[in-house]
């Protein structure tokens, strides 16, 4: 029997589970360890997540487009 389980090294070789294991006491299992990469994180690269588009204004109009507020009318070169 295969079973993936997700654990948190403690220290001094304690591997914490964080969800228990239906095994008997004493019962002997073979481990192995892959720790992940940050990489492997979405959140690692937010910028890659970005998109192009929307208002041209909407960093200086995001409280009109978020919360429906009056525009601000600030005029801006490009």
Do not use: C, W
């Amino acid at each position: 029997m295969t079973t993936i389980v997700r654990a948190i090294y403690e220290s001094e070789g304690i591997l914490r589970l964080l969800h228990p294991l239906k095994l008997s006491a004493g019962q002997e299992v073979e481990i192995s360890v892959e720790v992940p990469s940050p990489e492997s994180d979405p959140a690692f690269d937010l910028a890659a997540l970005a998109i192009d588009g929307g208002p041209p204004d909407l960093a200086h109009e995001h409280d009109h487009y978020l919360y429906n507020t009056p525009r601000r009318n600030i005029i801006h070169d490009r």
